[in-house]
């Protein structure tokens, strides 16, 4: 370590320290709000000393992120390789006609968000729609109705509210 200047390797070490609480406190500002809203990135940025434009470039790099409102319930479609070949675009066009949306937007009564990713890492069950925490392996068209009413009902009892 004696190539190594102390000070740029502290600067280096505090820097990792403050990237990883931006990413912990945006985390939490996510899961309360289903997004990172504008005013608190602006408050996040100042309180931690991190310009703005560090905040929005991690807030923008990490998928889990969102910058939009997100619905109560995340339904994600794989499209990946193993999912695509297996007829996933069928199930994501099943959900975009169930939930009346395309990936990316959200219902408007805000209970679902549909979004695509490209791989689940879940590929020996694929086609695979992940909603919420919940997987749901080797789907079918005919498979999502069932899935997304699962938590259609969650909400109408009010336990997942």
């Known amino acids: 370590m004696t190539d190594l200047e102390p000070i740029k390797l502290a600067e280096a070490i505090e820097k990792q320290v403050r990237d990883a609480s931006l990413i912990s406190v945006m985390e939490d500002i ?14 996040l940025s100042d309180r931690l000393g ?14 889990a992120f969102s910058l ?40 408007p009564d805000g209970l679902f968000t549909l979004e695509t990713v490209n791989c689940m ?3 020996a069950l694929g086609p695979i729609m992940v909603i919420e925490n919940d997987y749901f392996g080797q789907m079918s068209p005919t498979k999502v109705a069932a899935a997304v009413e699962k938590y259609t009902h969650l909400t109408d009892q009010g336990e997942a509210a």
């Open 121 to 123: 890492g879940a590929c």
């Open 68 to 107: 939009k409102p997100r619905g109560r319930f995340l339904i994600r479609v794989c499209l990946g390789t193993a999912c695509h070949v297996r007829a996933s675009q069928r199930v994501l066009e099943k959900a975009q006609k169930i939930l009346k949306v395309k990936p990316g937007e959200t219902t």
């Open 50 to 63: 991190v310009p703005l434009s560090r905040t929005y470039s991690v807030a923008t790099f990490y998928h």
């Open 30 to 43: 996510q899961s309360r709000y289903r997004y990172l809203p504008r005013d608190a990135l602006i408050l």
